[in-house]
């Protein structure tokens, strides 16, 4: 709960008291099951694509439209037609499809999108979402499609930093900012933790080696379960 | 690798429990898996609601299905045809129950259940006895009625073109509620004229995407109904694995 | 309002005084402008599309996903996939274009249908249709489209005979039937007149040469209005 | 014969009147409507709301129709953009009304309105501040919200093949918002980059049908808002027609 935690962590093993983004992208992404229909969030959550575990078939889709997006396209193939909800040029695997705005969001509300992954301000330990607006008095309100991810993908994993870069924790008993969804979130995959929600609250499945579970409850703002059983969480290094 | 593809149609429809609520694309006589309806006669759940435009015709598919004791209730716009004997027969002899929907009211509760809606305002059925017992709303001075989704375990639907992630095509007109259809049900299975390629069917082609299909068998030559009906086909057990 | 009118009233000029059936599809076609787009219920009302005057250009729907249909095929064309909500084999014009039911039914029930062609069991003067079911205990009930055209065309014209085969009045002052829809009728065509449906109830616009208005008042089971003003309906001999 | 085609930008928005609400198609630079917006500055119709899921990028289309002063309201799901200086500042400066919507939201709003429907429950913005003050209901132990349909006087949509009945194809991801607001608006126009001869577009692929097309103008070229935005456009008024 203090910034000290986030500012000074980074010690003699960088590589196990915190995670890179992309290597928590990386750990999320084994979590993705073959054959699921994923949409990545914009921003961190779209590292993910990149860690997919060979041989395992997975469908992205993006809320503009597009099933079966492929990897960035080279300089010469992009085509500002071919973009994804992040306004990034992409290509398309075969087998991808394209589709209007109502029939993207008929496939999201509808529960047919497996899960998807997104970023956070904060999450409570009921599995409250806040990821929209600060509600500052400047903010510009924009919600785009997380309201409606939110509710209606089957899971919801999000993927953030532990602590703000002020060194406040995200992980809350209770949500401070504007909800985006209550109770939707199923784990979070953070730089030092893997934690589910439960109907218990949270419960830590994996943490950092680096870290002792007091030390990774010091940088929660709830109570955190799964002292006696959480796993370590190791990553390899990932380009 | 993403597989949706089964290899027979007694493998399709093996997933159906009894009291399975199945939507079965067609109208009339374009559209319908008719080869799909018959393995799942082999098959033999019972207990079931089926929801299709009509109501089958002659003794082929849906109709057959009818005929075969398992179904306990249908719902759909338009029971009555030329070719609609055995249905009638059924429910004048009140061995079935029957759920009248109008047409764009059905295809509309359908597509709200795919699309996770909890319910529509629609003026259709206002001031008719459909309406009875449902709730209102005025819009700009014009009366509406509260419709519900129509949330199935199945779908039973015939494509034309499918790939193994489950992409479809749809041939003319037999396209009609096999696109919604395959919105609406826990499971999807699709009889497919031809298998092809992963890719084969351009992305702006796809006319229902495979993340609302979950299986699909290939049935290259479908019978054709009307030519069935004329011959008098009878369906027997068995015929159709 | 008496069976004799009907069942006696082909007299010594059949051409005058009762239209065929052909012929009330042919007046009904002139009044169907260029452009519209056009659904023909089941039955009589299919007639409508063979006589819609040359260099007209009228796009025809089907509830069963179709815009564009052309004329009837040849035996050689024939294709059970490609039929109209009749069931009948179509043909398909070039800018045709085929579409799932739903959004079929979002063009009747959006208001883009600027017209449809419905049969009729009775009409009443505030334009109520019943068309759908006698409620006889021994019918099967079934309502199709009827309902969703209904309320969701722009125009609704009912083409129908004037009276039954028994000779009972079709138009009158309330539906004895189930009602398909509460007024939407707009015009009537049958075989002895044109009725327009107004905020006085029912006008006749035109009526056969070969009855007196006083005979076609007769037919009807409630007043009609026009008697200083109505035209002859005159159609010419349609093979 | 009906024909669909208008010789002119000019043309195709003249019929745009002051305090009309518009959609706008497009997703980020995909799909926009650009040299409609541009003619809409000249035609100079005021007071306007417009619908888009953002709110305009660098000073090209939409962007620079907030610019122009024409814009009372923008309804959006997501007006801030690394390029959406444009509405932030004259948001910022109480310059502009914002009504935020969510994206699903947003889009089967402007469905129902195409489609008839009077209103829908939905689960999105349950337990938000955006559900504020609006109608609830449970539905299998969960809560929805009733939304209205987004009814809208023109639609400004770009798609890539038309023909003179209106039939529309699009291209890649540009299809987004497209065939939804075609649908919702009492005016439609459209710009494509080519128009066809009827008949060119096979009735299967077809993905909006001319019933829902007023007018469509061939823009062959049209600007791409990447490149646009990289030299830092800005339009003059004049230059579109």
């Known amino acids: 709960m203090t910034a000290a935690g986030a ?5 003699a093993t960088p590589q196990t008291d915190k995670l890179s983004r992309r290597q928590v992208a990386w750990r999320l992404a084994q979590d993705i099951a073959e054959g699921n229909y994923v949409n990545l969030g914009i921003g961190m959550p779209e590292l993910v694509a990149n860690f997919i575990p060979d041989g395992r078939e997975i469908i992205f889709h993006s809320e503009n439209g597009i099933l079966g997006m492929g990897p960035e396209p080279s300089a010469y193939e992009v085509d500002y037609d071919l973009i994804n909800a992040g306004k990034k040029p992409i290509t398309m695997l075969p087998g991808g499809a394209f589709f209007h705005h109502a029939d993207s969001f ?8 497996d899960l998807c992954v997104l970023g956070a301000f904060q999450i409570s330990s009921k599995g409250d979402l806040s990821n929209w607006s ?4 400047d903010s510009v309100p924009a919600v785009g499609g997380a309201m409606d991810l939110a509710v209606g993908a089957r899971k919801v994993f999000v993927m953030t930093d532990h602590s703000t870069t002020k060194g406040d924790a995200k992980l809350v008993d209770e949500c401070a900012f504007l909800l985006t969804g209550p109770g ?3 784990t979070i995959y953070t730089d030092i933790a893997v934690v589910d929600v439960t109907e218990n609250g949270f419960v830590v499945r994996e943490k950092v080696p680096g870290l002792s579970f007091g030390e990774v409850q010091e940088r929660t703002g709830a109570a955190l379960g799964g002292a006696d059983t959480c796993g370590d969480l190791v990553v390899p290094e990932v380009g | 690798m993403i597989n949706k593809i089964v290899e027979t149609l007694h493998d399709a429809v093996s997933v159906i429990e009894d009291g399975a609520v199945i939507l079965i694309s067609g109208f009339g006589e374009s559209g319908n898996p008719t080869e799909l309806a018959h393995a799942l006669i082999d098959h033999g759940a019972r207990d079931l609601t089926l929801v299709n435009n009509n109501a089958g015709n002659g003794h082929v598919g849906l109709a057959a299905l009818l005929e075969s004791g398992q179904v306990r209730k249908m719902i759909c716009s338009f029971p009555r045809s030329s070719h609609s004997e055995v249905f009638d027969t059924m429910y004048r002899e009140r061995r079935i129950e029957l759920e009248v929907v109008p047409q764009g009211t059905l295809a509309e509760r359908i597509r709200a259940a795919g699309a996770g809606i909890g319910g529509f305002f629609t003026r259709t059925t206002i001031g008719t006895p459909l309406a009875e017992g449902k709730e209102r709303r005025e819009y700009n001075g ?3 009625v509260l419709e519900d989704p129509l949330h199935a375990d199945i779908a039973l639907v015939k494509a034309d073109l499918a790939d193994r992630w489950g992409n479809l095509t749809f041939r003319l007109a037999a396209r009609n509620f096999g696109p919604i259809m395959c919105t609406a049900a826990k499971i999807t299975i699709v009889q497919a004229r031809s298998i092809v390629p992963l890719g084969d069917i351009p992305p702006e082609q796809v006319v229902t995407p495979g993340i609302f299909v979950d299986r699909v068998v ?5 019978g054709s109904e009307r030519e069935m009906i004329e011959r008098d086909f009878r369906y027997t057990v068995g015929d159709g694995v």
């Open chain 2, 218 to 222: 290939e049935v290259p030559n479908p």
């Open chain 1, 106 to 113: 008929a496939m999201i509300r509808g529960g047919h999108i």
């Open chain 2, 142 to 144: 014009q009366e509406y």
């Open chain 1, 7 to 11: 500012t000074t962590g980074v010690g």
């Open chain 1, 134 to 137: 600060t509600g500052g008095p």
């Open chain 1, 184 to 186: 939707v979130v199923d």
